[in-house]
């Protein structure tokens, strides 16, 4: 029998209670407070009955639930063979991670469409060609996920569980990968979505190529347009790609933080990146400390992937190196100095990068000077811990890269989502695209330490799909939205969620929960108090209580950055 309620396990970060004045309907929470509400609502502009979620990782396992729970027809598209997103591991390593970045619109992929005019669905197979041409060719499609072999949860696993699927007893506090990854393809299968069930809710080894609006015969848009593709191995070795189109009422991107590579913009990185490929790798491609055994290694960042790498990594090199660059914008805690804290005495931490000098003979003989003047030499292997950037190579309107960071698009111009991939744009609660709210996002937030945000955001989409809830009017979601530009700026701290979580949950709650009992549908619970003790006293262990852990000074923090932008250390890893 379900309750009507939901109790929901959450990460609290603060200890402290937070009050917050009653929200409405209208008001968003923000660094300013709450704005004065609107008389209007938003009103869809054609009936939302058929959803796809594209990713079937936590996001979008979580989404189908929210919706098929309130009676939507949702379908999940999944490039991989089986879900779990992220937290599918397996020892291959991605391709290369390209230097400098590619465009932040296919960072990820590069979509493949069709020929023009042609009917679907479309076919084409693969040969072999030279025994390795179709293995690389699935690799490429389904990318390897960047966990790596020793790999367990940043945070307390009370905090990553899914409300109604708890996890067994004595499951270890800090989990292993692959007990995430089962954890999350059990969910699936109570869900029966799983690559093993008889469903045609899923399709498995498909990826959306192309999101694109379905207009009537006036121009006038009545919903989105998906192309997918299909690529799967057949008898032989011979793969066969097939291309469908399908239309759709609404659409969940829930795609993941974690495909486009971020490689900072370091002089004669490009020249050692050709000269030395397998020496230097994105730390999506780590699998195993083991493989630098006796090697010299540099590991470029120490948050989050950066500082457990770090400390792998020292367990078998001959000596380990972290280039760390100061923090350059107000940040909450956890800092990068208290990840530095967690690097062990046996690692070297040395400043931001400066340049990579003419390559030599070999990468050892090579120099590698910081910006306190320091040469390094010696080195066998480099390891970018430097993050992720946005992108979605399916949604290719949306983004602008020549706005770079900070620039704005013109009025009547298509408002991007993404621009130099250190931020989204142009939503409403970091989940709904405000010119066109039937397309909605899900757990793209940086420093969120809980898989139960995805729920609330989830939920939002269906209240607000289905009728029940209601949006601002699009003027005042434009007006809350410039006030969190004001109040914070472009870059990352527009996508932080951190301190802010308590709040946004409260939100969620006073917003929805009303709405939902006006209707007599089911409710979502607000914060687990007994979790937020929990996790209370490991972040005190972790980051706060500094005579637990090393005390450490930053390297050259008086000295001018190697390059004025973020691409030093994107938004990274947040389990």
């Not at 029940?468 to 006030?483: D, F, G, N, T, V």
Request: hydrophobic share 40%; charged share 20%.
């Amino acid at each position: 029998m379900r309750s009507s309620c939901r109790s929901v396990s959450l990460l609290l970060i603060l200890a402290t209670p937070t009050v917050l004045a009653s929200q409405s309907p209208f008001q968003a929470p923000c660094n300013s407070g709450p704005s004065a509400s609107s008389a209007k609502e938003f009103e869809l502009e054609w009936p939302v009955k058929r959803v796809a979620i594209i990713g079937a990782g936590l996001a979008g396992l979580t989404s189908y639930r929210e919706l098929t729970e309130d009676g939507f027809d949702a379908h999940i598209f999944e490039r991989d063979s089986i879900p779990s997103g992220e937290w599918h591991y397996t020892d291959e390593r991605p391709f290369n991670a390209p230097i400098p970045n590619a465009n932040v619109a296919v960072g990820d992929f590069e979509p493949t469409l069709p020929p023009a005019g042609v009917q679907f669905p479309y076919v084409e197979e693969y040969h072999n060609m030279n025994g390795t041409w179709c293995a690389l060719q699935r690799k490429a499609f389904f990318a390897p996920r960047s966990i790596w072999k020793a790999m367990k949860t940043n945070g307390v696993h009370p905090a990553q569980e899914i409300r109604g699927f708890p996890w067994p007893k004595n499951t270890e506090w800090f989990t292993p990968s692959p007990k995430v990854g089962r954890y999350l393809r059990a969910f699936a299968s109570w869900n029966q979505v799983n690559s093993n069930d008889d469903t045609t809710a899923v399709s498995y080894n498909t990826r959306v190529e192309l999101v694109e609006k379905r207009l009537d015969s006036s121009g006038k848009q009545i919903g989105w347009t998906l192309t997918t593709k299909k690529l799967e191995e057949i008898s032989g070795g011979i793969n066969r790609a097939t291309w469908n189109k399908e239309h759709f009422d609404a659409i969940v991107v829930a795609s993941g933080r974690f495909n486009t590579p971020n490689m900072p913009a370091i002089d004669g990185l490009e020249q050692w990146g050709k000269r030395f490929p397998n020496q230097i790798a994105h730390s999506r491609q780590y699998r195993d400390a083991a493989d630098y055994a006796g090697k010299n290694v540099l590991v470029v960042g120490a948050v989050a992937s950066g500082h457990l790498i770090s400390r792998e990594i020292a367990q078998h090199a001959a000596k380990t190196y972290t280039s760390v660059r100061p923090q350059r914008y107000h940040a909450e805690r956890p800092t990068v100095s208290d990840y530095v804290r967690l690097i062990p005495q046996n690692v070297s931490i040395v400043a931001e990068i400066k340049r990579f000098h003419t390559p030599g003979a070999s990468i050892q003989d090579s120099r590698i000077e910081l910006v306190d003047g320091t040469i390094l030499t010696s080195i066998h292997h480099i390891v970018f811990a430097t993050g992720y950037r946005y992108g979605f190579p399916f949604l290719p309107e949306y983004h602008d890269p020549s706005l770079g960071k900070n620039g704005e698009p013109a009025p009547d111009a298509i408002q991007p989502i993404v621009t130099d991939g250190s931020h989204l744009r142009s939503l409403h609660l970091d989940t709904f695209y405000i010119d066109n709210p039937t397309i909605g996002f899900v757990y793209f937030n940086t420093a969120l330490l809980t898989f139960s945000y995805a729920e609330y955001q989830a939920f939002a989409l269906s209240m607000v799909w289905s009728g029940k809830a209601k949006l601002p009017s699009r003027e005042e979601m434009w007006k809350l939205y410039h006030q969190r530009i004001k109040d914070v700026g472009y870059g990352k701290q527009l996508s932080l969620l951190g301190w802010r979580i308590k709040e946004m949950i409260q939100f969620f709650t006073e917003w929805l929960n009303p709405a939902a009992a006006k209707h007599g549908s089911r409710q979502i619970d607000g914060l687990s108090f007994d979790v937020s003790q929990i996790l209370d006293l490991w972040l005190r262990a972790s980051f706060g209580d500094t005579w637990l852990v090393r005390n450490v000074t930053i390297p050259a923090a008086g000295f001018a950055p190697a390059t004025n932008d973020d691409s030093y250390e994107f938004p990274d890893i947040d389990f």
